[in-house]
């Protein structure tokens, strides 16, 4: 079998009965190259595919660990093949960062997703492709094949099921960090380096390679000299991240006309949603298209997409959806 990788240009893939292993990566950004507004719309977010025979960019989530938890281990970077210069002074305070950058996607993603640390029950080896569970440290090459594409901060090696029942299954994924950046890893990029290709564990792809470009932690650059940096998940990412993990177990909520995202209400955000739709792009609507077609004439309109706005200003509005 053959390495894999899936960075920019690069695109050779490894398979083996249903599976594939591929390569997410976050690369330096050239400075200046960032939005100079730092506001988000709300949807800038991206899916990963299961394999590549898929279209790139999905409207809706494939990629997912079932179920929603994934052992994980920072210890490697007290280790001396695997540390790496973080800014916090020894490599304990290089594994507290890494921690910390879990900690940002749990505290946003509560009864729905978490990272859970490794321990003596459940030990992680490093780039073990087989184990399940997410080992985080640095490494001269990607889990130890090929070497790292100029500019690449860090890659996320992932084996995912491309086909029959288990589509979409996150078997593993493993992170690796390029020491060739220990000069560049401040404590800020090196957190937000590790919290992007946790992004990456967990399902998400590169908004900005399916036209959802945004200052994101999910952004496939990062430019800590921008000030649109981000070193944790945005309100963009964890939409995203809570599009493909619904919450376990959750109380449910009535459907309303109009309610693109399914949330129990209906407001501006869930009239973009419509228009998206309606203008052939991404949407929530995917989810349940008839509750976008709000005047119930058997198609989701520019039309529909106003009427949701006009009800969540409080105008009148039709709201026939079909049951």
């Known amino acids: 079998m053959t390495s894999c990788a899936w960075w920019r240009t690069t695109a050779a893939i490894r398979r083996c009965i249903g599976l594939v292993a591929v390569t997410v990566a976050i690369i330096l950004a050239v400075p200046g190259g960032l939005h100079a507004q730092c506001s988000t719309p709300g949807n800038a977010f991206a899916f990963l595919v299961a394999g590549p025979s898929d279209p790139p960019c999905p409207a809706a989530p494939i990629v997912r660990f079932t179920p929603p938890e994934v052992v994980f281990e920072c210890g490697f970077f007290a280790q001396d093949a695997h540390a790496i210069a973080c800014g916090a002074g020894d490599r304990a305070g290089c594994v507290q960062l890494c921690r910390d950058a879990a900690t940002s996607w749990n505290s946003e993603l509560p009864g729905r997703f978490r990272f859970a640390a490794a321990d003596g029950a459940y030990p992680v080896t490093f780039c073990d492709n087989t184990d399940g569970r997410t080992s985080i440290g640095g490494g001269e090459t990607m889990c130890g094949s090929s070497a790292f594409p100029?500019?690449?901060?860090?890659?996320?090696?992932?084996?995912?099921?491309?086909?029959?029942?288990?589509?979409?299954?996150?078997?593993?994924?493993?992170?690796?960090?390029?020491?060739?950046?220990?000069?560049?890893?401040?404590?800020?990029?090196?957190?937000?380096?590790?919290?992007?290709?946790?992004?990456?564990?967990?399902?998400?792809?590169?908004?900005?390679?399916?036209?959802?470009?945004?200052?994101?932690?999910?952004?496939?650059?990062?430019?800590?000299?921008?000030?649109?940096?981000?070193?944790?998940?945005?309100?963009d990412d964890v939409n995203g991240a809570k599009w493909i993990y619904p919450l376990v177990g959750p109380t449910p909520v009535p459907a309303f006309c109009g309610d693109a995202d399914g949330n129990g209400g209906v407001d501006a955000a869930d009239a973009t949603e419509v228009l998206r739709a309606a203008l052939g792009a991404p949407s929530a609507c995917v989810l349940a298209p008839a509750r976008c077609d709000v005047d119930g004439v058997g198609g989701i309109t520019v039309i529909d997409a106003a009427s949701v706005l006009r009800r969540a200003v409080g105008l009148p509005h039709a709201d026939v959806c079909p049951d």
């Open 150 to 235: 100029a500019s690449v901060l860090a890659v996320t090696m992932r084996v995912t099921a491309t086909q029959g029942p288990s589509k979409g299954k996150q078997i593993d994924a493993d992170i690796v960090m390029n020491p060739r950046f220990n000069a560049f890893f401040t404590r800020d990029v090196f957190v937000a380096t590790i919290a992007h290709e946790m992004g990456h564990v967990l399902g998400l792809d590169h908004p900005d390679a399916c036209m959802h470009d945004a200052p994101v932690l999910m952004r496939s650059t990062v430019d800590p000299a921008d000030p649109c940096f981000v070193k944790a998940p945005v309100t």
